[in-house]
């Protein structure tokens, strides 16, 4: 199979001629923006830059798909008015201060896909798409409203406003929406084959129910909106809400490492991707520890590898790509056995 069979068959829950391995969030390490000789800041606002540093990711790291979107919803921050720190080669961007603190304040532009930090993205993406063809899975990424909301909002007048007013969240989930909508279905018109949904609506944040209260109907129709399958994320602890999560109708749920992959398997209806972890194994550890931990996973039964979220910058490459290498060894041990 090549890689992208490979991808899609397994995000389909069809056969494969050995496991996925992909990355629904950055790969990307100090030490390997050095060997590119490309490096962030530039790479977040440079097409070119960006697909050439995704396009290691298959060509150096070994993984069967690229993923361009290295950042975490600062690009649609930005294009919404959020002021943006872009970070450098050893640190990733972070949103400076939020703009809103109602729904009514909400103003997404006519030609928000026109915004540079937007355009910059998909047209990587078409690049990308033009350098694979056939051959490599594209991801992109969007950020839904509710981790959009922490950006435009602030995480802390957001999540007091889930208690003190409850139909304000609604409003200003469904006001946001509309990014990710609009963002998306520009991801996949340029090539991409799925879609990254962070949606951070983690056990360390808040309690299970506020799923079903107030995100689970908009998770639903998100597919069909962008019209690509979504691979969802939550940070962090959700084993206390994986049975709402399997009610969005959603393709993939890429899972943390807090939460035990046979528990996960046993519980999740979704396709599972993850969840080597990351502060322990690929930033600590050695291409050893990484290759346990993935022969783990994959007993298992983890349907696509992959680390549990961005990797730290400051890992070292040959742990990243240790994780693919894993997979291969997994696979030709399962044959000869």
């Known amino acids: 199979m090549t890689p992208r069979q490979r991808f899609l068959a397994a995000l389909n829950g069809e056969p494969v001629d050995r496991p996925a391995v992909a990355n629904p969030t950055s790969i990307v390490t100090s ?80 030609d928000f896909l026109d915004h540079h930090a937007i355009a910059t993205p998909v047209e990587a993406i078409r690049i990308l798409k033009r350098m694979v063809g056939d051959e490599v899975a594209i991801i992109g990424k969007v950020y839904g409203p509710w981790s959009m909301a922490y950006h435009c909002f602030g995480l802390s007048h957001f999540l007091k406003m889930t208690i003190k007013d409850p139909d304000m969240v609604t409003a200003i989930l469904h006001g946001l929406k509309e990014v990710a909508i609009r963002f998306g279905r520009a991801q996949v018109e340029a090539g991409a084959d799925a879609l990254c949904y962070g949606a951070h609506i983690t056990g360390d944040l808040i309690r299970p129910e506020s799923y079903p209260q107030f995100l689970e109907a908009i998770d639903k129709e998100m597919e069909a909106a962008i019209g690509a399958p979504l691979i969802f994320h939550c940070c962090g602890r959700t084993m206390d809400r994986i049975e709402y999560f399997n009610a969005n109708g959603q393709t993939a749920f890429h899972f943390e490492s807090q939460n035990d992959p046979v528990e996960m398997k046993a519980r999740a209806k979704m396709i599972l991707v993850g969840n080597i972890n ?33 990797i730290p910058l400051d890992a070292p490459m040959a742990n990243v790509k240790a994780v693919a290498d894993a997979v291969k060894e997994y696979a030709q041990r399962t044959v000869q056995a």
């Not at 972070?94 to 103003?107: G, H, L, M, N, R």
């Not at 502060?279 to 520890?289: F, K, R, S, V, Y």
């Not at 990484?290 to 022969?295: A, D, I, N, Y």
């Open 278 to 310: 990351n502060p322990n194994t690929i930033l600590a550890g050695t291409p050893e520890d990484v290759r346990r931990e993935v022969f783990r996973v994959l007993d298992a039964g983890v349907d696509i590898i992959a680390p549990e979220c961005a």
């Open 31 to 110: 030490d390997l923006q050095e060997k590119l000789g490309i490096r962030f800041p530039d790479a977040h606002h440079n097409a070119e830059q960006m697909a050439q540093l995704a396009m290691a990711g298959h060509t150096l790291l070994s993984y069967d798909v690229v993923f361009p979107v290295f950042a975490g919803g600062t690009h649609e921050a930005e294009a919404l008015g959020v002021p943006v720190r872009w970070g450098d080669q050893g640190h990733m961007p972070a949103c400076e201060k939020s703009i809103w603190k109602t729904a009514d304040d909400i103003f997404i532009p006519d």
